[in-house]
């Protein structure tokens, strides 16, 4: 199974995930949509830096322009790109053949209900498709600490012919659950791996982040 732990804001919380043994870890890069989690190509580049190939690096984004994000991607040195926007396939096409090396990572919107709000079919360029819960109340795409209908994401997994992250509302309590209930390649986590500070900020919390990573992978061997 693999992890990937996402929204990592500073190299504390990269360490953090590679204590923790994450295959994967997601740095926010370029906003539209609201969050409280990206950062600025700078940031990003001293967090990929630092990883330095210990594992992967995936710059997640809201962009639409593929200039800018050939741009960012080629400034901050990540080997995924994780495209969390409704971006023309065109735009796509630009990224592909500039960046032949680095992984496409495309998104699709699942309300709660388990309603897929994505027209897979005009998706033409992906390495892997990511299931996230979409919040229309917030504008939030993703981190919305929010599950969708697992059954229905298990048939859409089953559909789909490129490997398949599971997010949406995942935590360490049921990450296993959830991997058993819809058989993904890989389980992407945000808020369920995050706690209040005594300053109320909500941060990464290094039990939490171990504990998914462990119970993720430990789920398979059962």
Not at 49 to 64: E, P
Not at 100 to 112: A, Q, S, T
Not at 147 to 165: A, Q, Y
Request: hydrophobic fraction near 40%.
């Amino acid at each position: 199974m693999v992890v990937k732990i996402c929204a990592n804001r500073s190299i504390e919380d990269a360490q953090m995930c590679l204590d923790a043994g994450a295959d994967v870890i997601g740095l926010l890069v370029g906003q539209k949509h609201n969050s409280v989690d990206f950062i600025d190509k700078f940031k990003a580049k001293e967090i990929a830096d630092f990883v330095g190939g210990r594992c992967d690096v995936s710059m997640v984004t809201h962009l639409t322009n593929a200039d800018e994000i050939i741009s960012l991607s080629r400034f901050i040195g990540n080997n995924i790109i994780q495209l969390h926007s409704d971006i023309s396939e065109k735009e796509v096409e630009k990224i592909v053949k500039a960046l032949p090396n680095v992984k496409l990572v495309r998104l699709i919107h699942v309300f709660k209900s388990g309603e897929d709000l994505t027209d897979i079919s005009k998706i033409k360029y992906a390495d892997y498709f990511l299931l996230d819960s979409f919040n229309q109340k917030t504008d939030q795409v993703g981190g919305t600490g929010l599950t969708h209908d697992w059954n229905v994401s298990r048939e859409i997994i089953k559909s789909l012919n490129k490997p398949c992250f599971l997010a949406g509302g995942l935590n360490p309590d049921n990450v296993c659950e959830a991997i058993k209930a819809t058989e993904p390649y890989g389980v992407d986590v945000n808020s369920g791996c995050k706690s209040i500070n005594a300053n109320g900020v909500s941060k990464k919390d290094p039990l939490k982040v171990k504990q998914f990573v462990e119970n993720a992978k430990n789920c398979c061997k059962k």
